[in-house]
């Protein structure tokens, strides 16, 4: 039987994290629609994360990069560093094999201390995988603290677009379900 893989990438410095809270929110979500496997990866935690190049990746990091390549659904998540995704984030990022995530679905995520750079997901994110060709989905999630409070969304247009974010996400790994199934045949 086919198993469905999703992988969190966790990109902020901090713990505890609101962007790391949101991913764990998304997953659970997505998992009353559709089983999956999920697995979150904490940046921050990794080690030997300072190498220049996939070559001299080794280890944790090396798994890590590969388990969000072998993804069937990958749940990007940053704080607003300066504007944009952190340092840290684009860097995993950029360790990634450019050929990896064509056709991969991609939920975006984000948290910002002010609302001031809301669209950091519209004008950061999604153009970055859009140079993978993954397939982003339509809706991304953008959170201030004044939208979460204990680790729960409390503003109702944000718990609107989150139920929106995760019937794309399902109806996704739907289709990579029947396609790997057939496949399978
Ligand atoms: C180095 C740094 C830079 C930041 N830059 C911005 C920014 O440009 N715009 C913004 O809205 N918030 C900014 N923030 C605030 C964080 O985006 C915000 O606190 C976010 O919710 C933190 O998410 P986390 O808890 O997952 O780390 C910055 C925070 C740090 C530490």
Do not use: C, W
């Not at 990007?76 to 860097?91: D, E, I, N, Q, R």
């Not at 140079?131 to 939208?147: E, I, M, P, S, Y």
């Amino acid at each position: 039987m086919s198993t469905l893989s999703i992988v969190g990438i966790a990109g902020s410095l901090s713990t505890p994290s609101s962007s790391r809270r949101l991913i764990d929110l998304t997953l659970a979500r997505i998992n009353r629609g559709i089983a999956a496997d999920n697995r979150v990866i904490d940046i921050a935690a990794l080690g030997s994360l300072a190498v220049h190049s996939r070559d001299a990746a080794g280890g944790e990091l090396e798994d890590a990069l590969r388990a969000v390549e072998e993804a069937d659904l990958i749940v990007a998540a940053t704080p607003v560093y300066k504007g944009s995704y952190s340092g840290l984030f684009k860097h995993f990022v950029d360790l990634l094999d450019y050929r990896s995530l064509v056709g991969t679905p991609v939920a975006l995520l984000a948290t910002g201390g002010s609302e001031r750079h809301a669209l950091v997901i519209e004008h950061q994110l999604r153009p970055l995988f859009a140079v993978f060709q993954a397939q982003v989905l339509g809706t991304g999630l953008f959170l201030t603290g004044k939208d979460m409070a204990d680790g729960r969304i409390t503003d109702p247009a944000a718990e609107a677009r989150l139920d929106r974010l995760v019937d794309e996400a399902v109806e996704a790994l739907t289709a990579r379900l029947a396609a790997k199934r057939s496949k399978a045949a």
